[in-house]
């Protein structure tokens, strides 16, 4: 069966440090790969997508940045945080085909609060 | 955009009652979604249906979609204290998945 992991699972980091959140899927090949950010008691945020290695779509480019060095692996980061960058940030997984096309499997997030 | 709406925005009801949430859209879908949040947790996939299906049922969940008004239903039935999350629509139909802002239901026991 397919999982999603995702960590680490909460960071409290001050202005201007670096940021890296990783996510990994098991058991699935080739899938689309996302991270939405939720402020506090928001809706979801896209900010990247990625249909393969190296192919990734930015929809909030600022100062943060997604990699995808590996088929299952989705990396985010910043050189520099700053206070909005505070929220939850959730990874996400779906199939690129067939009946689970554009299903949506989440990790268990990881809240980050930049102080 | 293919980002759904809903509303309304917050939905408090009580144990028992029927809840019933709505989605509207604006360029044409190939199927719609529906998930849960609990609080701090990832979404959680509820139901999809297609866009050449009118109704759908999941257990307590049933999903109505409307694409001549570009309008989906989840009517929750007999709703109970742990369905108390919020609750996101989620439109289709290429990689670029958006979600709305969804609609935070508390159902008081």
């Known amino acids: 069966s397919q999982t999603i992991h995702q960590w680490p699972a909460t960071l409290v980091q001050p202005v201007g440090s670096p940021l890296s959140l990783e996510c990994t899927v098991e058991?699935?090949?080739?899938?689309?790969l996302y991270w939405y950010r939720q402020a506090a008691g928001r809706g979801l945020q896209l900010l990247f997508y990625?249909?393969?290695?190296?192919?990734i779509s930015s929809e909030v480019p600022q100062n943060l940045s997604a990699s995808r060095p590996q088929d299952r692996q989705f990396i985010l980061s910043s050189k520099k945080l700053l206070l909005s960058d505070s929220g939850f940030y959730l990874c996400?997984?779906?199939?690129?085909?067939?009946?689970?096309?554009?299903?949506?499997?989440f990790g268990a997030g990881s809240r980050l609060t930049v102080l | 955009s293919q980002q759904g709406e809903e509303d309304p925005q917050a939905l408090s009801i009580q144990e028992g009652e029927n809840a019933t949430m709505n989605c509207s859209y604006k360029?044409?879908?190939?199927?719609l979604q529906w998930y849960r949040q609990n609080s701090g947790r990832g979404l959680v996939h509820l139901i999809l249906?297609?866009?050449?299906?009118r109704e759908k049922h999941s257990g307590r969940l049933r999903v109505t979609l409307d694409t001549s008004k570009k309008s989906s239903s989840l009517l929750i039935t007999a709703s109970r204290a742990a369905d108390t999350a919020s609750y996101f629509c989620?439109?289709?139909?290429?990689?670029?998945?958006?979600f709305g802002k969804g609609t935070k239901l508390t159902v008081n026991p």
């Open positions: 996400a997984w779906s199939a690129t085909g067939g009946s689970g096309a554009n299903v949506l499997t």
């Open positions: 058991g699935t090949s080739n899938p689309n």
């Open positions: 990625s249909v393969g290695i190296g192919q």
């Open positions: 360029t044409s879908i190939n199927n």
């Open positions: 249906i297609r866009s050449n299906e």
């Open positions: 989620l439109t289709g139909g290429s990689e670029k998945l958006v």
